[in-house]
């Protein structure tokens, strides 16, 4: 059996959501996979855990380079600490009351340079040929056991600021819900990102409620028109599309009942298991694939050496597959998606 060797501390360390804090009590850390584990237990890992977390599947400097060239981008923006490398993705915290965080942020930014920066970023040739990248691509294919598969030419490449909005508490179908197919989301850390440093962290044991939140969703949708049904900002949902700002409290609404025993994380009212959040220090060439149900949010960027956060979210079908045509499209704002 392959391993990883990792050092980490034990626990995390508390973490922030858009609202609130989580204590490290209530965390723990994502659970971390080689690259030549058999690919029947990386297919297991998915199916139990919701989640696989592999390390260094891609190589450093590719990802590097991509972040190098994005930054080198924005930097006229002002986004920059003045002088610093932009490979290093140094926050110019003298701009934070115009600084945005990138798509799923909220409204768009301020100026239209933000505006057209971010638009242009997922159309550069740099991006374009990392999403192409064999390592990435071959992995997808084996662990599926797809012939060819498709990604969605809308993906998400988006950075996150040190102190700005998170990305809020969701499930990835929300966003998808225009196709039937299964499809896997490959989220790629660009660069290292720290615990504390705006990174994604999942909810465990979370497909099964996610399954059944979309149930709910579902049948509280049925008298609305099939183009209403399958948006993520129906009158049914919240503004963004999310489920909750705050992961603390979510993950306090949503513990696991069990009906024979009492788990030792029971605080004893019987309101059952607290569900972690899982965490991890990711480094450049890590990609976590997740479950279209999957739970999860983002740790507010707290980053102590005051990094931006970029990453890129990517969903693969099976070629041939049902999947939602909306996103068939590069993203640009106000898509509605």
Do not use: C
Not at 43 to 54: A, H, I, M, S
Not at 69 to 79: H, K, L, V
Not at 132 to 138: P, T
Not at 259 to 267: A, L, Q
């Amino acid at each position: 059996m392959a391993t990883v060797t990792m050092t980490v501390e034990s626990p995390p360390v508390a973490v922030g959501s858009n609202q609130g804090k989580i204590a490290s009590q209530h965390l723990g850390w994502l659970r971390p996979t080689a690259r030549d584990t058999p690919l029947e237990e990386m297919r297991e890992r998915l199916r139990q855990d919701g989640y696989l977390f592999v390390k260094n599947l891609i190589p450093r400097k590719d990802v590097l380079r991509v972040r190098k060239d994005y930054f080198q981008r924005y930097a006229p923006t002002g986004i920059l600490e003045p002088g610093s490398d932009p490979e290093a993705g140094v926050f110019n915290g003298g701009e934070a009351a115009s600084a945005h965080g990138g798509i799923g942020a909220g409204e768009l930014p301020p100026t239209d340079l933000q505006v057209q920066t971010m638009t242009d970023a997922h159309k550069t040739p740099e991006y374009l040929a990392f999403l192409e990248h064999a390592d990435l691509r071959g992995f997808v294919r084996a662990l599926m056991g797809w012939d060819r598969e498709v990604l969605l030419r809308r993906t998400m490449l988006r950075h996150n600021v040190p102190g700005g909005l998170s990305t809020a508490v969701h499930y990835d179908k929300l966003f998808l819900r225009g196709g039937e197919a299964y499809f896997l989301t490959a989220w790629v850390p660009i660069g290292d990102i720290s615990q504390t440093g705006g990174g994604l962290m999942y909810l465990s044991d979370s497909t099964s409620l996610g399954r059944s939140i979309e149930d709910d969703f579902t049948q509280r949708a049925a008298q609305l028109t099939p183009e209403e049904r399958v948006s993520a900002f129906n009158v049914n949902m919240e503004k963004y599309g999310q489920l909750s700002q705050n992961a603390a409290e979510f993950g306090d609404a949503h513990r696991i009942h069990r009906v024979h025993r009492r788990h030792e994380d029971d605080d004893g009212s019987g309101s059952g298991d607290l569900r972690r959040w899982l965490v991890a220090d990711y480094e450049a060439g890590d990609v976590v694939f997740h479950d279209p149900y999957m739970i999860h949010t983002s740790t507010r960027n707290e980053d102590a050496a005051r990094r931006i956060r970029l990453s890129t979210d990517l969903r693969f079908y099976r070629e041939g597959s049902d999947l939602d045509a909306r996103w068939m499209k590069f993203w640009t704002p106000g898509d509605g998606l």
